[in-house]
């Protein structure tokens, strides 16, 4: 195996995520440990266009294990898209001596690294993104931690729903991804769930499903929405507007709840720090002995490395057998 000492740098992009800090520490540390000397690209893509590059010690990564957000910030960058940006950036990164660099994100942060690669920078990709919706990973971190705020917002409005024998209407994130309000519609009970993976009926998916378990007894009732189902060109602009229709067409009092950036902020969960961290270290693992061009991610519950072309090629499926399950046990 190659042994070769290199200059490693790291970035984050998308979307920020809880436990990207966690991934950041370990890379850091554990790229040091292998002799690397590790460089933090602030910003995400612009940082690198902008020069926007930072030494990394063992210390700099001190104290940020439990923090959400990511320490590197983030950023969406548009000039990244095209081969001027790209230039520009790799021209950053020769200028710093790195060689190799780590990006935390989600597929459109891949494919930005797949073009870094093929210009000859060896690239590790560790998906970090609350959605969960890397085509060919089981898990993103963030993801449970996310979830399980949702869970925790969801409790407290059921107990006002319930006091108050009202339909609460929930809109979580998810604009192309149901996994968020999937995952939380199972864990708090919600009697229905709107995601952008299934056509969504109003009378059949709201008015029946609240007429029915109105009828065996329901006094109060959660909706959860992922925001994707809202918009022009669908049945409702938004969850205000479906809900004074269902105000309107069933006479239960209904209120409406944008969760919105609540459900990328907090503290990691156990699940994200160490699933952050075995990523961090791998991906340092992987570059500091010379293996480029791997995207990480979870499969059968372990964390592995994948070609990045091989990734990117996957195609994302929504698990509807926990969906038909979920509409099931709601009634
Ligand atoms: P999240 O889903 O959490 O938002 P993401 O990584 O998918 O994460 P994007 O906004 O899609 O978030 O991508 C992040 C950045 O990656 C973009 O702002 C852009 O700089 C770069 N990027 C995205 N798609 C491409 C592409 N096809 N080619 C080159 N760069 C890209």
Known sequence: MNDKKRCIAILSSG????GMNAAIRAAVREGIARGCRMLGVQRGYQGLIDNEVIELELRSVSDTIHRGGTMLYTARCDEFMYPEGQQKALATLK?????ALIVVGGDGTFRGALDLHRLGVDIVG?????DNDVAC?????????????VIEMVDRLRDTAQSHERCSVI?????????????????????????????????RDILDRLAFTRSMG??????????????????FVSSANMASAI??????????????????????TARDRITASEMGFMAAELLATGRGNRILAVRNG???????????????SFDFSLYHMAQELSL
């Open 218 to 235: 329901k006094r109060h009732f959660i909706i959860i929405a992922a925001e994707g189902i809202f918009g022009e060109r669908q049945r």
């Open 15 to 18: 979307g920020d995520a809880p």
């Open 247 to 268: 105000e309107i067409d069933t006479g239960i009092p209904t209120r409406t709840t944008i969760l919105g950036h609540v459900q990328r902020g907090g503290s990691p």
């Open 171 to 203: 809109e979580v994130m998810g604009r192309k991804c149901g996994n968020i309000a999937l995952s939380s519609a199972i864990a708090t009970g919600a009697t229905a769930i709107l995601v952008p993976e299934s056509e969504f009926d109003y009378e």
């Open 126 to 130: 560790i998906p970090g993104t609350i």
């Open 302 to 316: 372990k964390v592995c490395d994948l070609d990045i072309e091989e990734a990117l090629a996957a195609e994302r």
């Open 95 to 99: 200028a710093h001596g790195a060689d």
């Open 137 to 149: 990973s089981e898990y993103t971190i963030g993801y449970d931690t996310s979830v399980n705020t």
